[in-house]
């Protein structure tokens, strides 16, 4: 577990786990889900800036919602304007980006609902802690693939010209570091392939995996 350190109401420093204890309540992670009928889950988009993360994700959540399902899409650029307004791009700081948006998930999770995410989450270690904050198949990790020269043709906003002219720094796959997904539940190849078909293999791999019917 995560020890945060804190001001106690005395003014001692202790950790934020001292003195809690987790409170078990009668309505369920299981109840929820059964009201919803769905199975929750966490739907992880990985990729670089312009590979197509919040495209597939906004449209693989159109799919569900029209189908009836309860829905969430966290999005790196919406995230930033208020629950991570505070942070950068520097590894600390895309790090705690990750950690909190992981436990925001886990408690969407909670609520029965089917969780979007498309952020780049470049380390490797910050996606394989929040897989370890959910349960066994709760965590789908989507590697949204395009390679680098598409994306920076594709540049929709203009970062990457930017990160070129030097006038952005630690722009992920021009001067920081991106680490591809080794074994992800899902591989899109959303360099070559329609939005449709990335959408597709996807709800396939929901509905095998039994979380929609
Ligand atoms: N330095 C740098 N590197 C990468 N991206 C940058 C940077 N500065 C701004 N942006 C814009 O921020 C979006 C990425 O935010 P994320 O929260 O997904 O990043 S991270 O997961 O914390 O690495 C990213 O959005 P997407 O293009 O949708 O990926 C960019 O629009
Ligand atoms: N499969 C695809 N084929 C062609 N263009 C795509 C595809 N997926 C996304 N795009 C386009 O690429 C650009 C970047 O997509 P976006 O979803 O914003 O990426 P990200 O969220 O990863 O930064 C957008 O202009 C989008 O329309």
New binding site residues.
């Given amino acids: 577990m995560t020890t945060i350190i804190k001001e106690s109401d005395a003014g001692v420093t202790v950790p934020a786990t001292d003195n809690i204890v987790w409170h078990q309540h009668s309505v369920d992670k299981a109840a929820r889900a059964e009201n919803k009928q769905q199975q929750p889950c966490v739907l992880w988009?990985t990729?670089?800036?312009?590979?197509?993360?919040?495209?597939?994700?906004?449209a693989l959540e159109n799919e569900l919602h029209k189908a009836g399902y309860h829905t969430y899409l966290l999005?790196?650029?919406n995230v930033r304007f208020g629950l991570c307004g505070d942070l950068g791009f520097s590894y600390a700081d895309r790090k705690e980006n990750i950690r909190r948006v992981g436990e925001v998930a886990k408690l969407m999770v909670d609520a029965g609902v089917i969780v979007l995410t498309?952020f780049?989450s470049p380390h490797r270690q910050e996606r394989e802690l929040v897989r370890s904050l959910l349960g066994d198949s709760e965590f789908i990790e989507i590697h949204?693939d395009?390679d680098l020269a598409t994306?920076e043709q594709?540049d929709?906003?203009g970062l990457y010209k930017k990160a070129r002219a030097g006038e952005i720094k630690n722009f992920t796959g021009i001067d920081s570091v991106y680490e591809a997904p080794i074994e992800p539940e899902l591989y899109l190849d959303?360099?070559?392939?329609?939005?449709s078909?990335?959408v597709q293999q996807i709800v396939t791999y929901l509905s095998q995996q039994g979380h929609i019917k």
């Fill in positions: 988009f990729g670089l800036s312009g590979s197509g993360k919040s495209t597939v994700a906004g999005d790196g650029d498309a780049i949204v395009a994306c594709r929709p906003k959303n360099g070559n392939n329609p939005v078909i990335s």
